[in-house]
T-cell receptor, first 112, second 114 residues
Framework: GQQLNQSPQSMFIQEGEDVSMNCTSS?????WLWYKQDPGEGPVLLIA?????ELTSNGRLTAQFGITRKDSFLNISASIPSDVGIYFC????????????FGKGTHLIIQP | SAVISQKPSRDICQRGTSLTIQCQVD?????MFWYRQQPGQSLTLIAT?????????ESGFVIDKFPISRPNLTFSTLTVSNMSPEDSSIYLC???????????FGSGTQLSVL
């Protein structure tokens, strides 16, 4: 199946800093999705990307679908305490299977 | 989006017992999925719950261990059978609205097996 490599695994930043994380795949994706998971909750969809080169924003979040269709990045500008959580990239499982394949996640920690 | 209600939200169970997790959606959906998230790990797809037919299981997951029901387009259950401590995980129900490839998740069931 699809393999997603997400980095970094964790980030320790100061409030107000910008954040960047990325995801690469072993094969071409037609869709990239970014989710955030808070403790005790299910993942919440942040941004969906459907076209190579697409750049989409959702408030302070910006995500891009790589031109090669094998990568995507998520940026968070001017981080605030509620940005703390785990961010996952995801894409269609492929091979005729339904559902999504998820990256291993980036754990964002904001230091006071 | 959709409102996805999952229960129980958490449970502590004894080894060898079974737990059934329920997932209720506030609208009719074609695709429903069950995921497992082991402690500190990412999400792994267990199976696709198909309405009116047997669930489709991913490699490493079998019906005897994780029987699934999908009696209608708004409801599904996942049973974790003959539990062991290795089954301690978060189990998540998700739905794909309008075949959009965007999944929406319930809040999960935190299962601890002693």
């Amino acid at each position: 199946g699809q393999q997603l490599n997400q980095s970094p695994q964790s980030m320790f930043i100061q409030e107000g800093e910008d954040v960047s994380m990325n995801c690469t795949s072993s094969s071409i994706f037609n869709t990239w999705l970014w989710y955030k998971q808070d403790p005790g909750e299910g993942p919440v969809l942040l941004i969906a990307l459907y076209k190579a080169g697409e750049l989409t924003s959702n408030g302070r979040l910006t995500a891009q679908f790589g031109i090669t269709r094998k990568d995507s990045f998520l940026n968070i500008s001017a981080s605030i305490p509620s940005d703390v959580g785990i961010y996952f990239c995801a894409g269609p499982s492929g091979g005729g299977a339904d559902g999504l394949t998820f990256g291993k996640g980036t754990h964002l920690i904001i230091q006071p | 989006s959709a409102v996805i209600s999952q229960k129980p939200s958490r449970d502590i169970c004894q080894r060898g017992t079974s737990l059934t997790i329920q997932c209720q959606v506030d609208s009719q959906v074609t695709m429903m999925f069950w995921y497992r998230q082991q402690p500190g790990q990412s999400l792994t797809l267990i199976a696709t719950a198909n309405q009116g037919s047997e669930a489709t299981y991913e490699s490493g997951f079998v019906i005897d261990k994780f029987p699934i029901s999908r009696p209608n387009l708004t409801f599904s259950t996942l049973t974790v059978s003959n539990m062991s401590p290795e089954d301690s995980s978060i189990y998540l129900c998700s739905v794909d609205l309008a075949d959009s490839e965007k999944l929406f998740f319930g809040s999960g069931t935190q299962l601890s097996v002693l």
